[in-house]
């Protein structure tokens, strides 16, 4: 059965910083190559996250820059240090893999009255459904998924917190989008996803069940 087709394709090189669009993308056992492979560090020993990156929930001005010198700027204007890492080390906060379907963005755009710009999910497959596909998140758990060589298996939805209530293109808070989730879809934009087959995947494969 067919679910969609990719549309867009993002990684984000330094966590929490913009993304970068891609138009194909080898997929290993444990994520997008080049995904999350950095981070902000906070060295602030007296911040609660201390030894922890930086992060949208603390900034949303991050998501502006894929600078890390600028985003450590925005950092310093709030009085946290902060220290690029940059390894072999992942800064996931969860599922390696992140998914999403338009129609749940369609959903959420209709509950607040506005377009939302998709980037505010921070996805990295971002799926346009096929006619007919009324999927929620709920009814994808535990699904196989294959798109170009990629076989995912689909773990838990994502559930949301502040940064999706801020403009991508500005940083301005709209506090409706989080609460119509809140009240309206438990909470939940999208899925996580683990990989079971290693592979490439590019903009315009089919998202079908494995």
């Given at each position: ?150 076989v995912l298996r689909v773990l838990e939805p994502i559930h949301r917190c502040v940064t999706t209530t801020y403009d991508v293109a500005t940083g301005a808070s709209n506090p409706s989008v989080l609460r119509e989730v809140a009240q309206r879809r438990d909470n939940v934009v999208g899925v996580y996803c683990e990989v079971v087959t290693p592979g490439e995947i ?9």
């Amino acid at each position: 059965m067919e679910l969609g087709t990719l549309a867009a394709l993002w990684r984000y090189p330094v966590k929490s910083l913009r993304a970068e669009a891609l138009a194909r993308v080898a997929v290993l056992p444990d994520g997008l190559e080049g995904d999350r492979t950095a981070a902000l560090v906070v060295t602030t020993e007296t911040h609660a996250r201390a030894g922890q990156p930086y992060r949208g929930k603390e900034s949303a001005r991050l998501h502006l820059t894929d600078d890390p010198a600028v985003a450590t700027s925005f950092a310093a204007e709030a009085a946290v240090a902060v220290a690029l890492e940059n390894g072999s080390a992942r800064w996931f906060d969860a599922g390696t893999v992140s998914l999403l379907l338009d129609r749940w963005v369609r959903e959420v755009e209709a509950l607040v009255g506005e377009p939302l710009d998709p980037l505010r999910w921070r996805p990295n497959l971002y799926v346009a459904a096929a006619a007919g596909v009324d999927a929620s998140e709920d009814d994808l758990i535990g699904a196989r998924l294959q798109v170009g060589s990629v076989v995912l298996r689909v773990l838990e939805p994502i559930h949301r917190c502040v940064t999706t209530t801020y403009d991508v293109a500005t940083g301005a808070s709209n506090p409706s989008v989080l609460r119509e989730v809140a009240q309206r879809r438990d909470n939940v934009v999208g899925v996580y996803c683990e990989v079971v087959t290693p592979g490439e995947i590019a903009v315009g494969d089919a998202l079908t069940l494995a």
